[in-house]
């Protein structure tokens, strides 16, 4: 159940808090802020904006986090209190093209009818990147990376931070057919590398 509450003010101090926080996870890495102003995110989120995480190792993958998702639900009280969503991208390489990706998340997120949830499969409507089979994305928990980095209480509010794993058509219709869950443990057991852009779609074996 959804309540509009009293709204909430500390937003500079939570911005503060959430850099504070993804500096925590990456204390060393090289970081680089980005704000996107095209379309209606200078009115809808004029805080907004993309921090881009360099790895530390070649071989590890480029992090891109948004910061400023979690406004949109800031003003509504649910059964537990206020809640906010922020998204991550890993890629294998480094690639400016995830933060329109990421404004387009926020958009998607903005609407109540099209609110993002866990384990939620979004049609994004193109490659992740290009010559990348993956078209879609699979809303998961950042379990890449250490637990801390999930959830977040900044006064009276938590935001969370969720990863848009790329996934293809043929694992996304898997995973309407059978759930999630079936299609994690298909990743998991293939040991999929998901920062691939030439990765193969994982259910072509399994399917039904």
Known sequence: MIQITPKYTAVEETYAALRKHINSIWPE??????????????IMLPNWRVIEI???KAKDPWVYV??????????ELYEF???????????????????????????????????????????IGEPWIEGSKCDHFLVSLPHLYPPELETI?????????????PITNKEADYAEKHGVEALEEIFEK???????VKRKSAVSSFWR
């Open 153 to 165: 209480l900044i006064n009276d509010i938590y935001i969370s931070f969720w990863w848009l794993l």
């Open 81 to 123: 209190g206020r809640y906010g969503l922020d998204f991550l991208i890993t890629s294998p390489g480094r690639n400016l093209h995830h933060i329109k990706t990421l404004a387009m998340a926020a958009v998607y997120h903005s609407e109540p009818k099209t609110r993002i949830n866990i384990q939620h499969v979004i049609d």
């Open 29 to 42: 890495n090289v970081k680089e802020e980005y704000v996107h102003k095209e379309g209606p995110m200078r």
């Open 66 to 75: 948004s910061l400023g998702a979690w406004e949109v639900t800031k003003d």
């Open 190 to 196: 293939k040991r999929i590398n998901t920062v691939d």
């Open 54 to 56: 360099a790895p530390m």
